[in-house]
């Protein structure tokens, strides 16, 4: 399902959950923002997209990746080629 306001369609809830963007969006769309937990994020699919933390270079991103993003840290995504799937689970 869609989340409002979000460039993202989500499956799941609670503390795990799949998200997928789509390369289409314009990169407008993928804006800096906090999370208020911290999460582990696994990509799941996706190519030729990057993460990037506040004051850090974009890495980029592929299947089997993890990674942790710690509550109130900046951070984004780049878009890629095709769209990207990646599951959260939140402590």
């Given at each position: 399902?869609?989340?409002?306001?979000k460039?993202?369609?989500?499956?799941?809830?609670?503390k795990?959950f799949?998200?997928?963007?789509?390369?289409?969006?314009?990169?407008?769309?993928?804006?800096?923002?906090?999370?208020?937990?911290?999460?582990?994020v696994?990509?799941?699919?996706?190519?030729?997209?990057?993460?990037?933390?506040?004051?850090?270079?974009?890495?980029?991103?592929?299947?089997?990746?993890?990674?942790?993003?710690?509550?109130?840290?900046?951070?984004?995504?780049?878009?890629?080629?095709?769209?990207?799937?990646?599951?959260?689970?939140?402590?």
């Amino acid at each position: 399902m869609k989340v409002d306001g979000k460039p993202y369609l989500q499956d799941g809830t609670g503390k795990s959950f799949t998200r997928y963007f789509s390369a289409l969006e314009s990169p407008d769309e993928f804006k800096w923002h906090r999370d208020e937990r911290t999460r582990k994020v696994t990509v799941l699919s996706g190519d030729g997209w990057h993460f990037q933390f506040d004051d850090s270079i974009p890495f980029r991103l592929f299947e089997g990746d993890v990674f942790v993003i710690t509550a109130d840290l900046w951070h984004r995504v780049i878009p890629g080629i095709n769209d990207l799937a990646i599951k959260i689970e939140e402590d």
